[in-house]
């Protein structure tokens, strides 16, 4: 056997380097190169005959359906894809303090009280910590199993024992080590050591594993890339410090969509789930007022009316400023040179910022022509016909492209009294409560939006 060596990794990606370096020849990350001791070499080849022959089976063979444990959290529920699957591993990241072990905590102990065996096990926080939350949350009465340990080994003797637990949260899997390593808990080999025995345990014992996860400041789950590769689903719980909503939104699932969305709201006894988004991000918003959009939306399955707000004033810098919260400021720049080229309105020598209401990311295209209407609106001083939402693709030729599930779209309009609609056109909308006004070119609705200000 080779002589132990060590090796310098990089926490960030987990490129291995010959020698200690400043920034990372890989991801380019500063000051995340560690140095960690190595095992063992990695044999140059196999001899035959030593592994043992695969069975393989037919892909039109019968299959179960996926057993899942539903929670009772129907926005949490909603994003896993319909219920916890047994066996499955689910990764669930966000920043510090905003309430994934709340969610969890919340979500386990609910099972609990179903009868379900459930155990939460704590590396950051004590047991009379998670007592005194449980009593805050109300949920003392759950008899939910709790620990505090660090070690995987002792995790998972508990788990695979006599007793048959079902679903196993681990808060954080950053906090977790293996004891035949020497490198501390955090670093990359113990991040992907921990996560592969816990999920094999995971595996092996259809238990349900939830695994909270540390994220960087760029907010992406710290650790190796293989960990959100390793497990079966990746949740990131997003917010804003100022807003007291919280999305929960799935980036990977291998049993439900990949683009559902959960939103709660915080409050003193927990989290609560917010069966109306939609009524509730338009709940502050003022009619008549120049430069609001209300732009209908889809997460996933789900329609969600957000107000966009934009402000276009006359700057005194040589360099104007685009200041943009909740939306892509690249697509902001694509809209606005359309805006002046296909439709001459000029943005030369104004700031332009633009913000989401609410604590929402937008990342669909068809947030476009609402995002228009805004700019347009602020422009031209002139506020959006009342009760009126706006939904619609451009194109670099200035060209409105129609979007998909715009019934969805338009029926979740109608339930919030909303009676106009500024739309693609072509559009064959089966609603009868709301007048569509469709158009075919950028410049036939900047006419439309400007055409109140030339009357007064």
């Given at each position: 056997?080779?002589?132990?060596?060590?090796?310098?990794?990089?926490?960030?990606?987990?490129?291995?380097?010959?020698?200690?370096?400043?920034?990372?020849?890989?991801?380019?990350?500063?000051?995340?190169?560690?140095?960690?001791?190595?095992?063992?070499?990695?044999?140059?080849?196999?001899?035959?005959?030593?592994?043992?022959?695969?069975?393989?089976?037919?892909?039109?063979?019968?299959?179960?359906?996926?057993?899942?444990?539903?929670?009772?959290n129907q926005e949490f529920d909603?994003?896993?894809?319909?219920?916890?699957?047994?066996?499955?591993?689910?990764?669930?990241?966000?920043?510090?303090?905003?309430?994934?072990?709340?969610?969890?905590?919340?979500?386990?102990?609910?099972?609990?009280?179903?009868?379900?065996?459930?155990?939460?096990?704590?590396?950051?926080?004590?047991?009379?910590?998670?007592?005194?939350?449980?009593?805050?949350?109300?949920?003392?009465?759950?008899?939910?199993?709790?620990?505090?340990?660090?070690?995987?080994?002792?995790?998972?003797?508990?788990?695979?024992?006599?007793?048959?637990?079902?679903?196993?949260?681990?808060?954080?899997?950053?906090?977790?080590?293996?004891?035949?390593?020497?490198?501390?808990?955090?670093?990359?080999?113990?991040?992907?050591?921990?996560?592969?025995?816990?999920?094999?345990?995971?595996?092996?014992?259809?238990?349900?594993?939830?695994?909270?996860?540390?994220?960087?400041?760029?907010?992406?789950?710290?650790?190796?890339?293989?960990?959100?590769?390793?497990?079966?689903?990746?949740?990131?719980?997003?917010?804003?410090?100022?807003?007291?909503?919280?999305?929960?939104?799935?980036?990977?699932?291998?049993?439900?969509?990949?683009?559902?969305?959960?939103?709660?709201?915080?409050?003193?006894?927990?989290?609560?789930?917010?069966?109306?988004?939609?009524?509730?991000?338009?709940?502050?918003?003022?009619?008549?007022?120049?430069?609001?959009?209300?732009?209908?939306?889809?997460?996933?399955?789900?329609?969600?009316?957000?107000?966009?707000?934009?402000?276009?004033?006359?700057?005194?810098?040589?360099?104007?400023?685009?200041?943009?919260?909740?939306?892509?400021?690249s697509r902001l720049s694509m809209?606005?040179?359309?805006?002046?080229?296909?439709?001459?309105?000029?943005?030369?020598?104004?700031?332009?910022?633009?913000?989401?209401?609410?604590?929402?990311?937008?990342?669909?295209?068809?947030?476009?022509?609402?995002?228009?209407?805004?700019?347009?609106?602020?422009?031209?001083?002139?506020?959006?016909?009342?009760?009126?939402?706006?939904?619609?693709?451009?194109?670099?030729?200035?060209?409105?492209?129609?979007?998909?599930?715009?019934?969805?779209?338009?029926?979740?309009?109608?339930?919030?009294?909303?009676?106009?609609?500024?739309?693609?056109?072509?559009?064959?909308?089966?609603?009868?409560?709301?007048?569509?006004?469709?158009?075919?070119?950028?410049?036939?609705?900047?006419?439309?939006?400007?055409?109140?200000?030339?009357?007064?």
């Open positions: 056997m080779a002589q132990a060596t060590n090796q310098f990794v990089c926490q960030s990606c987990g490129a291995s380097h010959r020698r200690w370096v400043g920034r990372c020849e890989s991801c380019g990350a500063w000051n995340s190169v560690v140095e960690e001791a190595a095992r063992s070499t990695i044999p140059k080849g196999m001899s035959k005959g030593k592994g043992k022959g695969l069975t393989y089976e037919q892909l039109h063979g019968k299959t179960p359906d996926a057993v899942r444990l539903v929670t009772g909603r994003v896993c894809g319909g219920g916890l699957v047994a066996g499955s591993a689910i990764l669930i990241g966000g920043d510090p303090g905003i309430g994934k072990s709340t969610l969890l905590l919340q979500c386990v102990a609910t099972l609990a009280r179903n009868g379900i065996d459930c155990a939460y096990v704590s590396g950051e926080e004590a047991t009379a910590q998670l007592r005194l939350r449980a009593n805050r949350l109300g949920l003392a009465d759950s008899p939910l199993r709790i620990a505090a340990a660090n070690s995987i080994r002792d995790v998972i003797t508990s788990t695979e024992g006599k007793t048959a637990t079902k679903v196993l949260v681990v808060d954080s899997i950053q906090t977790m080590f293996v004891d035949n390593l020497d490198s501390a808990p955090g670093s990359v080999a113990q991040v992907r050591a921990s996560a592969h025995e816990l999920i094999r345990m995971a595996k092996s014992s259809d238990c349900v594993l939830l695994l909270v996860g540390h994220v960087t400041k760029d907010g992406q789950i710290a650790g190796p890339r293989v960990l959100e590769h390793m497990v079966d689903t990746v949740l990131y719980f997003e917010g804003e410090r100022g807003h007291q909503f919280r999305i929960l939104r799935a980036v990977k699932n291998r049993f439900g969509a990949t683009d559902e969305i959960g939103v709660f709201e915080m409050t003193d006894a927990g989290l609560k789930e917010v069966e109306n988004p939609s009524a509730l991000f338009l709940g502050d918003r003022n009619d008549g007022v120049s430069g609001s959009a209300v732009f209908a939306g889809m997460e996933g399955t789900r329609p969600v009316l957000m107000e966009i707000q934009a402000l276009v004033a006359s700057s005194s810098l040589a360099t104007p400023r685009r200041a943009v919260v909740g939306w892509d400021s809209v606005l040179a359309v805006l002046e080229s296909r439709c001459g309105v000029v943005f030369t020598g104004k700031d332009v910022f633009l913000n989401i209401a609410g604590g929402l990311r937008v990342s669909e295209p068809a947030a476009d022509l609402a995002v228009v209407a805004a700019l347009v609106s602020s422009v031209c001083d002139v506020p959006l016909p009342a009760s009126t939402v706006v939904f619609g693709e451009i194109g670099l030729a200035g060209e409105i492209r129609p979007v998909g599930q715009a019934d969805a779209r338009l029926k979740e309009a109608g339930k919030l009294g909303f009676e106009n609609a500024f739309v693609p056109g072509g559009l064959k909308s089966q609603s009868q409560s709301i007048r569509c006004a469709q158009f075919d070119h950028l410049i036939d609705f900047v006419s439309h939006l400007s055409a109140p200000a030339d009357g007064q």
